[in-house]
């Protein structure tokens, strides 16, 4: 049989989304109880390659494979044989010759996953290529999402701020869409991608246009990391138009949640106001990552 990945969303089935967000269900059950501990992944070995800074996606793999008995091992990319020169490919083979079942990597470059993927036998997730995807973020905020309005299908969500660079905003945008939600993006003219007319959203020019009747909205981080600068005046002005406060807010549907994938600079893309609010899913969208990634993980190794 051959392996599978997660590279992206794009192309994911509805089908194949459901099934890890039902399967997540679950993991989030086991991870809540006072017995977080199964051998679903017990025998596999997962390997973490993260070659940019990450607090919540490391972590919650590592949590999740821990949870379902696997072997985890971080590489410190830092302290590794890549300051050494070593490539990718290379990196990549040396772990998966020490019997890698599942890799999962993170990189500044968009591509870096797919090249991986199509070099080692393990399973390859992205954890994030440049402003490629995040597809797990993505199933995670989905998933969210379904725990608190049931279906997506029909639900406006809205992302608001620097979609440009944010994978998480493209890996969102493929999988609501697969499952039949109605996405509205805002952001200034510059941080909206050169193919945006080809994506399938509504995009508004008036932040209050794209988080009317949202039954959901997103926030993004302004990836400053990416940006060449001089792309918005200030971060005050940036605020005053693209920030999530809860006057914006107001214009959302009843109920709606207020998401971010963090890490949060709050003033900027959002106000503590919203982010703490009680409309806030933040730190639950942080828990929904352990039991998607776990369900994913178990995807692929044939295990849900
Ligand atoms: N949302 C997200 O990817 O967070 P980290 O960078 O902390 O992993």
């Known amino acids: 049989m051959s392996k599978i990945d997660m590279l992206g969303l794009k192309n994911v089935s509805a089908e194949r989304i459901m099934r890890i967000l039902d399967g997540a269900c679950e993991m989030k059950k086991l991870l809540l109880s006072g017995n977080k501990k199964v051998n679903a992944l017990q025998g596999k070995s997962v390997f973490l390659m993260f070659y940019e800074p990450s607090t919540r996606t490391s972590s919650s793999?590592?949590?999740a494979a821990k949870m379902l008995g696997a072997n985890c091992m971080s590489l410190a990319v830092k302290n590794s044989s890549v300051n050494k020169g070593e490539t990718l490919i290379d990196t990549g083979r040396t772990i998966d010759s020490m019997a890698a079942d599942i890799i999962v990597i993170r990189h500044s470059l968009g591509g870096a996953p797919h090249l991986l993927a199509g070099n080692v036998a393990a399973s390859v997730i992205n954890a994030g290529d440049g402003a490629g995807e995040h597809p797990t973020q993505a199933l995670l905020d989905m998933f969210t999402i379904t725990q608190h309005r049931g279906s997506i299908k029909g639900m406006k969500v809205a992302i608001v701020g620097d979609i440009k660079f944010s994978r998480v905003a493209r890996s969102n945008i493929w999988g609501l869409t697969a499952l039949g939600a109605e996405v509205s993006v805002c952001a200034p003219a510059t941080l909206l991608p050169a193919d945006i007319d080809r994506l399938p959203v509504k995009v508004c020019k008036d932040a209050r246009e794209a988080v009317k009747?949202?039954?959901?909205?997103?926030?993004?981080?302004?990836?400053?990391?990416?940006?060449?600068?001089?792309?918005?005046p200030s971060i005050k002005e940036y605020n005053r138009y693209y920030g999530i406060s809860t006057q914006l807010l107001q214009e959302a549907d009843k109920g709606a949640l207020v998401m971010h994938p963090g890490p949060i600079n709050r003033g900027a893309e959002i106000s503590s106001e919203a982010a703490d609010g009680i409309m806030s899913v933040i730190n639950e969208q942080v828990t929904s990552g352990v039991a998607v990634r776990a369900a994913l993980m178990c995807e692929l190794t044939g295990r849900l």
Do not use: P, T, Y
């Open 61 to 63: 793999f590592d949590a």
């Open 213 to 232: 009747g949202a039954g959901a909205v997103m926030a993004l981080r302004l990836q400053l990391e990416r940006q060449s600068g001089g792309l918005f």
